[in-house]
């Protein structure tokens, strides 16, 4: 299909079969290998509801569905909706090589239905599951990080929607097992020449077209049923997210243990923070200087397109030099300069911008007692 989204490496060119894999710094001190060879079927670490729970909570709350019925979920794999419309149980697997009057023109949806020489394949619904996944996973991001910016809300889509994830899933359900294919050795033996991204990505678009089907098929459910399968499907994934980088995903203020048993409220993204620090230790004389530690580096594997940049906040002034209050990490700039100001105001230097903001308070009401006995002068001058 055509003007689709990037999908995982596209970005990148066309693999060369004959380099070795690359290895990769993930960005925390390991080195994993770069091998597409070895996608595996989707196995989470938790169960959805677990992983669900695991997640903040949400706060805000989107207009209902329709009402659904509800379906068995297995302890760690929710299980597969069945698609309820006939004429669409085997479309999601039928691919158009297999097809007696194959052509490039592909078939519309309402040909395909009634007419049995020329059935509708997954292409014709992978386009529409295309955009319920798109919708779905917005849904489930909006409701549970409505504080991230935009960006930051993209990002995490795309891990949930890129044709790796989507592949896995499929091999968890065993549909490369019902792939209806014209010469699907020849497919195979091919997309092992490419690193079996060609035949990971049928398994995506399969996976897309699956789900259509669900929601085509569940008349005024079928969206909701494909909904909370989803939501069973992703939550897992994105408590992973959440484990590695808690402070990023709740909301500032929220009392929250985490694992380990600390508070992973102490490491909450805080947009406002380099303003905070300002507030509390900026004077005339003062300046607070936010400037890079180490280079950024770029990281790989699912968040392959995403930086990591490094800021260190520095203070002059109050009897101090370019004294270091803190230091941050973050997908930008503006996040690592606000994670560094967390940091001043929470971490090793936290009696240092106190001490600051004293000296800043005091000076502030000395002024004020100074203005008040000026005008208090003037006045009785005046009076007299």
């Known amino acids: 299909m055509n003007h689709k989204r990037p999908r995982d490496d596209d970005h990148r060119g066309r693999s060369n079969p004959s380099k070795k894999p690359k290895h990769y710094d993930r960005g925390d001190g390991h080195r994993a290998q770069n091998d597409h060879n070895e996608l595996k079927p989707y196995q989470p670490a938790m169960s959805p509801t677990s992983a669900l729970a695991a997640l903040p909570p949400p706060t805000t709350t989107l207009p209902t569905v329709p009402p659904y019925t509800p379906f068995t979920t297995s302890p760690n794999l929710p299980s597969l909706p069945p698609i309820l419309d006939p004429s669409l149980t085997t479309a999601p697997f039928r691919h158009k090589s297999t097809l007696a009057n194959h052509t490039r023109t592909a078939p519309t949806p309402s040909t395909a239905q009634t007419t049995s020489t020329n059935p509708i394949t997954y292409e014709n619904l992978e386009f529409l599951g295309d955009a319920y996944l798109e919708l779905l996973a917005s849904r489930l991001l909006y409701t549970h990080f409505p504080h991230l910016p935009a960006g930051h809300q993209s990002q995490l889509r795309?891990?949930?929607?890129?044709?790796?994830?989507?592949?896995?899933?499929?091999?968890?359900?065993?549909?490369?097992?019902?792939?209806?294919?014209?010469?699907?050795?020849?497919?195979?033996?091919?997309?092992?020449?490419?690193?079996?991204?060609?035949?990971?990505?049928?398994?995506?678009?399969?996976?897309?077209?699956?789900?259509?089907?669900?929601?085509?098929g569940g008349g005024d459910e079928g969206f909701a049923v494909a909904e909370k399968w989803m939501q069973g499907l992703w939550a897992p994934r994105l408590a992973e997210v959440v484990r590695e980088e808690s402070g990023q995903y709740f909301t500032p203020g929220l009392n929250l243990t985490r694992d380990d048993g600390k508070n992973a409220g102490e490491n909450v993204y805080d947009p406002a923070a380099k303003a905070e620090l300002q507030k509390r230790v900026l004077a005339a004389g003062t300046k607070l200087e936010y400037e890079p530690y180490r280079a950024s580096v770029e990281l790989k594997g699912d968040k392959i397109g995403q930086n990591r940049h490094f800021i260190a906040v520095y203070l002059t002034g109050w009897g101090y030099e370019r004294k270091l209050l803190g230091k941050g990490e973050g997908r930008n700039k503006v996040e690592a300069g606000n994670y560094a100001a967390s940091d001043a105001m929470r971490g090793e230097a936290r009696d240092l911008v106190a001490e600051c903001e004293k000296k800043l308070t005091e000076g502030r009401e000395a002024k004020k007692r100074e203005r008040e006995a000026k005008e208090a002068r003037e006045k009785k001058e005046g009076g007299g």
């Open 158 to 216: 795309e891990l949930l929607v890129k044709n790796s994830t989507l592949a896995s899933f499929a091999l968890a359900y065993k549909f490369d097992t019902r792939v209806q294919v014209g010469d699907r050795e020849r497919m195979e033996r091919d997309a092992r020449a490419r690193g079996n991204k060609g035949f990971d990505k049928v398994l995506g678009d399969v996976f897309e077209a699956y789900l259509a089907a669900v929601v085509l």
